[in-house]
């Protein structure tokens, strides 16, 4: 039960989340990461109706760039293969902007205004309806709501002594997430005394623990059953939405293993 799994926050923010989640298998946190990258839908332009283009670009150019332009997706609004109709009419000289989009639903909107399309000059003009359709990733690339999306062991450090006076000084690199357990060896940070059990991103000592436990011989270990989730959307679902769309996939595909089992 998802209750029984232990959620920690590093860092949160609309479109980008760290996180650690505890007492889950390598298997489960790989299954989180596919489905967020393949089996969250998201709207993206798939048909695109030239009404006039005048530019020096060719219609099929201006197509893909279209439907690389991230759209806000609401969840659970609309089911696979639904479209929403969206138009653009710009006149040169002028940018075409990702912002002049105009949707038929007022609900979807593009996820940034000032991706660029097409520079047209004077006299030039791009006139288009165009149809976005929910789909996912699994089908096509530009439905992927998570752009980057990965994870790690979360890891701790132990010292093991003191270094030798005729230690080379190289810095030992680690990147992700620690969880501080040697909180009287570790140089203050910030504001404070680190503490055992601080969930400590690595950029805060420059991703070098001779920075953080300066003098001393440390080992480097994996905390079982605990992982660290680095999440950035393109915009169409907040990191939040993504982690929890893809977790209720996994969800609905357990409960349909087990209802086919069951026949």
């Given at each position: 039960?998802?209750s029984e799994?232990?959620?920690?926050?590093?860092?949160?923010?609309?479109?980008?989340?760290?996180?650690v989640?505890?007492s889950?298998t390598?298997?489960f946190a790989?299954?989180i990461r596919?489905a967020?990258?393949?089996?969250?839908p998201?709207?993206?332009?798939?048909t695109?109706?030239?009404?006039e283009?005048s530019?020096?670009m060719?219609?099929?150019q201006?197509?893909?760039r279209?439907?690389l332009?991230?759209?806000?997706?609401?969840?659970?609004?609309?089911?696979?293969?639904?479209?929403?109709t969206?138009?653009l009419d710009?006149?040169?000289?002028?940018?075409a902007?990702?912002?002049?989009?105009?949707?038929?639903?007022?609900?979807?909107?593009?996820?940034d205004?000032n991706?660029?399309?097409?520079d047209?000059?004077?006299?030039?003009?791009?006139e288009?309806?165009?149809d976005?359709?929910?789909?996912?990733?699994?089908?096509?690339a530009?439905?992927?709501?998570?752009?980057a999306?990965?994870y790690?062991?979360l890891q701790?450090?132990e010292?093991?002594?003191e270094k030798?006076e005729f230690?080379?000084?190289e810095?030992?690199?680690l990147?992700?997430?620690?969880?501080?357990?040697?909180?009287e060896?570790?140089?203050?940070?910030?504001?404070?005394?680190?503490e055992?059990g601080?969930?400590?991103?690595?950029?805060?000592?420059e991703?070098d623990?001779?920075?953080?436990y300066p003098?001393?011989?440390?080992?480097?270990?994996d905390?079982?059953?605990?992982?660290?989730?680095?999440?950035?959307?393109?915009?169409?679902?907040?990191?939040?939405?993504?982690?929890?769309?893809a977790?209720?996939?996994?969800?609905?595909?357990?409960?349909e293993l087990?209802?086919a089992?069951?026949?």
């Amino acid at each position: 039960m998802m209750s029984e799994y232990e959620v920690q926050f590093v860092e949160r923010s609309e479109r980008n989340a760290r996180f650690v989640v505890r007492s889950v298998t390598p298997a489960f946190a790989n299954g989180i990461r596919r489905a967020m990258i393949a089996d969250v839908p998201t709207l993206s332009i798939d048909t695109v109706r030239f009404i006039e283009n005048s530019s020096v670009m060719f219609d099929e150019q201006i197509g893909l760039r279209l439907g690389l332009v991230p759209l806000k997706t609401p969840p659970n609004e609309f089911e696979i293969g639904d479209e929403v109709t969206l138009s653009l009419d710009v006149s040169g000289p002028e940018t075409a902007y990702s912002g002049d989009l105009v949707p038929g639903d007022g609900s979807v909107t593009v996820a940034d205004d000032n991706i660029p399309i097409i520079d047209l000059k004077d006299g030039q003009r791009l006139e288009i309806e165009a149809d976005a359709v929910l789909d996912v990733g699994n089908e096509h690339a530009k439905h992927q709501g998570g752009v980057a999306v990965g994870y790690r062991h979360l890891q701790t450090v132990e010292v093991v002594g003191e270094k030798s006076e005729f230690d080379d000084g190289e810095p030992h690199i680690l990147r992700g997430v620690l969880e501080e357990q040697e909180a009287e060896h570790a140089a203050e940070t910030g504001d404070g005394t680190p503490e055992n059990g601080d969930l400590v991103p690595t950029g805060e000592f420059e991703n070098d623990l001779t920075n953080r436990y300066p003098g001393k011989e440390v080992t480097v270990k994996d905390v079982p059953d605990a992982f660290v989730f680095d999440v950035e959307t393109d915009g169409s679902l907040t990191a939040d939405e993504l982690v929890e769309l893809a977790a209720n996939t996994l969800g609905s595909r357990a409960n349909e293993l087990k209802d086919a089992v069951a026949l």
